[in-house]
Structure formats: structure tokens, C-alpha cells
């Protein structure tokens, strides 16, 4: 259900989309910071909010399967399977990119991260403007991902008008997949609420024999070891007990105290408030935050929150 406010924010961020600025849209997975993809001047307005580096390519958004033909030179039978299973939904595939996308978007590479969200306010808000945007998760660049409107306000403050679709139900950015020149091999390159498990299971109906890998992109920088980082320091103890005065010599911090992040043991559940927990427990008054890293979460789901929650971190014991 849309409310009459949403209604018209909804207007509103279309208009301010068709004049050329930024806006804050709701998404399944994270909120957007999102430009048309078509206006070069909005889209360099996106790098500079984030301060984020042009190395780093962005995920153009489509709201109808047919506007791929403008995305994308090569739509191949494989991600086409792959779409009418996952689309709208978590997935980003990386395909040869169409000449009206330009180098900006793409960071100069000849291919394109190209996402069907499921949200139906950023399916409106494309709709609405006519043309996909391009969106990268509405933080600073490095900093942890908003998956709510009010963490995009305290990021952007009044710079950015943000729709308000409420807290996000997937909570983690979306998988993204690329392919071998043969479409054989499905490459994970991040991983995300679409599990290697989803995507092997789908493929047994695929017509022929596709392989899924972990493979961190080696062309998009965007994969960097820091990223997602809250504002204290996080320690990820995977083999170690707590030791809060060694830790805080480590870091090299004076305040010799810490908070807990605590997640769910549903992984559903501890990926939809990662996120949100991460920044609460930054705005505490301690040196840093811990997590524990249990022999019970390491599959499915729980890899992309070990894959965000190591990236966010400043030392894993
Ligand atoms: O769920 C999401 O994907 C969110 C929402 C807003 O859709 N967006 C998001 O965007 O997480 P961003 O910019 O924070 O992450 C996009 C990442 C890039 O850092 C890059 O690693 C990868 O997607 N990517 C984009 N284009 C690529 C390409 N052509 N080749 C390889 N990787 C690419
Ligand atoms: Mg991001």
C-alpha cells in the first residue's frame, strides 16, 4: 500500500530525477542514492554526494524487463533465465553494456551492472522519470548502508530528498553476478540475499549445465577490502575470546570499553537489521564494537553478512 504522502514524494522525486538532481529511493535491499542514468551531469552529482571514487562503477535499475534493450548490448539465454527467476529482486547481473550507457556509469568498463528491483516505490519512481536510474547504496563512500530513510537523512542531511518506503526487508546489498564469455559459469562477485544455493537450485532447470563460483570481480575496484565500516571500530572474533584491553592496545584507542552486536540467529532476520544495529551500536559511548563469529552461521545467507561484517571491520581475531 502506498500512503498519500508517499504518493506525493513519489511526484516529487520524479521531478527532481527529470531536472537533473539526486534522490534517496527505497529499495528491497538498500536505499538508493539514485540519478538518470542518461544525464551525465546527474550522474556525476551521485560521485560527488557519496564522495565516492570514479573507479568505483554503479548499478543501473530498470522497472520493466523491456528497458534492458537500452542497458545492455547482449541479453544471452542465461541471464535471461536467470531473470524471469529473480527479477524483480536481489540480483545484479554484469553484462556487455549498450553505447547509451555511458563510461562515467560503468567506470570506463564495457560492461554494466544492471538490477530489477522489487521495491514498488523505485519501480514508480523509474517508471515514473522513463528511463532506468543508476544507484549505488545512499552512504559515503566506505560507510555503513542505509536500509532506512532516516539513515540517509543523518548521512546527507538536507542535500538529498529521500522517499520513504520504510526499513528494508532484505537489508543486504544485492548479489552480483557476472559470466564467463560462454555464459558457463555463473561468477559471484558479491555475495548478497540470493544465495549460491538459490542460484544452483534454479539452474537444474536451465537447459544446459552452468556452474556458480565465488569470484570477487578483478575489474571493479568497488570490491575493497574496507567497506560498509561503521563509525567505531568493529572486531569480528572468529577464534579468539574477548580481550577488551589487548583489543584497545591493537587499535590503538584509549577508552578500554565495548559493545556487543548481537544479531538474530535467523538469517533473514540478523541480515534485515544489520545494518541498522551497526550504527546503533556506533552511536555508544565505548572504543569499540565485537561481534562473535559462531560455528553455526557460516552458510547460505550467513556469508554475505560475514562478507560485510569482515569488510566493515578493523581487525578479525
Ligand atoms: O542492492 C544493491 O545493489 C544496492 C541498491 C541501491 O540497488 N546498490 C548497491 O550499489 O549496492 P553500490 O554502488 O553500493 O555497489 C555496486 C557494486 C560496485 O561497487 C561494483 O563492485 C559492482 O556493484 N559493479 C557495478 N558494476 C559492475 C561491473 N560492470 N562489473 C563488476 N562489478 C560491478
Ligand atoms: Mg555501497
Redesign the pocket.
Known amino acids: 500500500m502506498i500512503t498519500p504522502q508517499q504518493h506525493a514524494d513519489i511526484g516529487k522525486a520524479i521531478d527532481l530525477l527529470k531536472l537533473g538532481s539526486v534522490v534517496g529511493l527505497p ?1 528491497e ?4 542514492l539514485a540519478a538518470d542514468v542518461y544525464n551525465q551531469n546527474a550522474i556525476n552529482k551521485i560521485f560527488e554526494t557519496k564522495k565516492r571514487p570514479f573507479f ?4 543501473v ?1 530498470i522497472s520493466h524487463i523491456s528497458q534492458i534493450k537500452s542497458v545492455v548490448s547482449d541479453f544471452s539465454d542465461l541471464p535471461q533465465f536467470l531473470a524471469t527467476r529473480f527479477w524483480p529482486g ?1 540480483l ?1 547481473m ?1 553484462l556487455p553494456k549498450s553505447s547509451k550507457i555511458s563510461n562515467l556509469v ?1 567506470s570506463g ?1 564495457e ?3 544492471v ?1 530489477f ?1 522489487k521495491h514498488i516505490i523505485a519501480q514508480k519512481i523509474i517508471s515514473g522519470l522513463g528511463a532506468p536510474v543508476a ?3 545512499a552512504n559515503l563512500f566506505g560507510k555503513t ?1 542505509p536500509t532506512t530513510a532516516e539513515h540517509v537523512r543523518s548521512e546527507f542531511g538536507d542535500k538529498v530528498f529521500v522517499v520513504d518506503g520504510g526499513a528494508c526487508e532484505v537489508g543486504l ?2 548479489t ?1 553476478i ?1 559470466f564467463d564469455e560462454n555464459y558457463q559459469i555463473v561468477k559471484i ?2 555475495p ?1 540475499a540470493i544465495t549460491e544455493k538459490d542460484l544452483d537450485s534454479a539452474l537444474k532447470d536451465f537447459s544446459r549445465k552452468v556452474y556458480v563460483t565465488y569470484e570477487e ?1 578483478k ?2 575496484p ?2 575493497l577490502k574496507h567497506h560498509y565500516m561503521p563509525t567505531l571500530p568493529l572486531v569480528v572474533l572468529e577464534s579468539e575470546k574477548l580481550d577488551i584491553a589487548k583489543i584497545a592496545a591493537l587499535l590503538k584507542i584509549e577508552k578500554k570499553s565495548a559493545v556487543e552486536l548481537i544479531l538474530s540467529q535467523d538469517p533473514v532476520i540478523a541480515a534485515r537489521e544489520l545494518y541498522s544495529k551497526l550504527r546503533e551500536c556506533s552511536e555508544k559511548d565505548v572504543g569499540f564494537i565485537y561481534v562473535q563469529k559462531l560455528k553455526l552461521q557460516q552458510d547460505d545467507l550467513w556469508t554475505a553478512i560475514w562478507d560485510r561484517l569482515n569488510k566493515a571491520s578493523s581487525l578479525v581475531l
Open positions: 529499495t535491499t538498500v536505499y538508493g568505483d562503477p554503479l548499478i535499475h536481489a545484479t554484469v560503468t568498463l560492461t554494466v551492472g538490477r528491483p544507484a549505488p547504496s548502508s546489498e544485492s552480483v557476472g562477485h558479491r548478497g570481480s575489474v571493479a568497488g570490491h
